[in-house]
């Protein structure tokens, strides 16, 4: 009789599955989170600083409609309008405000997905899955952190486009902030937190979350370096912005709303009420008022923040 043929591993128990292989996001050692945290922010500020008029434009066209509804605006005759009556310096009218929100908005959102996107792999592969949870997470969080600059910024932006008896006249972002505590009460800097933290969600999925899988694909594709952090960039700040824009404005209202001297109430109560009510007097397309700025925005700001994010993470892992 044929005797089996003897193995290593006989009597012994079977081999654990293979490790999973490691992705392109976990190629790369983890840095610490403190240096996601600060690369985050200064990539925020260093893409703000740039993108600050235009998104100074895309509230006021947005809620222009207020005033006007049913007026189509055109982007490029609406800038022109508001460059000839108040000036090019006046569309960085809060850019204080502006800068406080990268400070805790970007920092936190991309530090947090890198950080729970990292924690992450160490149980499951990193994909698509768990990109979208990280970012998700990632970007509720710090919009409610942030919501108080928030506030600041859409007030500071847009209200000079107000007629000159309705305006609130900040004279700046600790102005705006001590103002709205003391004539409204701390509360007011959290009106609007439910659309802005829905849309930081969104955005985390459709901007961060496909970012990192952008680059993975293009990789893929071979195109790399500086070329790959362009074309991941501009392909999710286009998706975001789709997705997004509908609860900017609603965003956008409910931040700058005021009491109705008729009923003494707020016209916006909440992120369902405001996108009904809106889309029920105007039309749902009104809720798209500003996109050719607010895409500016959000596609210029996506390519500049995570150019920064990338070459200042790259400068930390070569000096580590």
Known sequence: RQQPVPTAFAGTRASPPA??????AMSEKPIPGWVSFTTSGMGGIF??????????????MNLSSIQNPGVSLSFVKFSQG????????????????????????????????QVFRDNLAKYRETD??????????????????????????????NDSSYPVADRRN?????????????????????RG????????????????????????????????????????????????????????SAKNR?????????????????????LQSVAAKEGPMTLYNGFTPYFMRCGGHTVLMFFMVEELQKQYRARA
């Open 19 to 24: 490790p999973i292989p490691p992705t392109a």
């Open 47 to 60: 893409g703000w600083l740039f993108v600050h008029p235009v998104n100074t434009i895309g509230v006021r």
């Open 82 to 113: 508001q460059i000839k009556a108040n000036g090019f310096a006046d569309l960085y009218s809060g850019i204080g405000a502006g800068i406080w929100r990268q400070v805790f908005y970007a920092s936190s959102r991309y530090g947090l997905f």
């Open 128 to 157: 698509l899955l768990s990109r979208l949870l990280a970012a998700s997470a990632a970007g509720g969080c710090a919009a409610y952190i942030a919501c108080p600059c928030e506030v600041a910024l859409v007030r500071l932006a």
């Open 170 to 190: 900040y004279t700046g972002v600790m102005n705006c902030a001590t103002r709205i505590a003391s004539e409204e009460g701390v509360a007011a800097f959290w």
């Open 193 to 248: 937190s439910t659309p802005f933290v829905t849309r930081a969600c969104l955005v985390g999925a459709t901007q961060v979350a496909t970012y990192d899988q952008f680059k993975t694909i293009y990789a893929g594709f071979g195109i790399k370096g500086g070329a790959n952090v362009v074309a991941s960039s501009f392909t999710a700040g286009l998706v975001y912005s789709v997705v997004t824009m509908p609860f900017e």
């Open 254 to 274: 409910m931040a700058s709303q005021r009491l109705d001297p008729a009923t003494g109430k707020l016209p916006y109560t909440g992120l369902v009420q405001t």
